[in-house]
């Protein structure tokens, strides 16, 4: 599977595209950029020297075979309006992790999740033939619990002292799956949702 982070595929959405991420989206993704965004990640990026740093950590792990990252690329636009990543690929165990998302403010709790979701879980059950997609966020992130439970995500219980934040907080981090049995009825949810937003724009 190493082609797959030599030749890294575009992901392609009707309304969107993910992008392979390159140091020339540190522009782009530090302009959408908000302090919000990093209130439960493990860093806070509020520099262009640190969004620099952070994309070039994201590449560094996808040329060890680590890392898909992606850019979140409206087709209609043109604009980038967020990023995303899958990481943590077991092939012989067939399950992977996705994570590292956000968007830019405006396009929160929009057509953008939902979309940008549906098109990575097709690429990992569909493509990659995965059985686990797993998901984690911050114990206190209760926004970002609700928007995953809202994907059908299924909650497994919390890892105690997951990680250490760059301001020295140990994270409590809340774990999620979706499994190979239960992405058709997943999928179907997520494009019932996808219709919803459809009717509104």
Known sequence: ?????????????????????????????????????????????????????????????????????YVVQLKETGKIVGTTRIYGLDFQNRSCEIGSTWYAPEFQRSFVNTACKLTLFQFCFEELNMIRVQLKTDERNVRSQKAIERIGAKKEGILRNERILENGYIRNACVYSITAEEWPGVKKGLLEKEKYYETRL
């Open 1 to 69: 599977m190493n082609n797959l982070f030599e030749k890294q595929p575009v992901l392609d959405h009707k309304q969107l595209r993910l992008l392979p991420m390159e140091e020339v989206h540190v522009k782009d993704l530090f302009d959408i950029n908000d302090p919000s965004v990093w209130n439960y990640m493990l860093l806070q990026v509020d520099t262009l020297e640190k969004m620099q740093n952070w994309v070039h950590a994201a590449l560094t792990g996808k040329v060890h075979n680590q890392i898909l990252p």
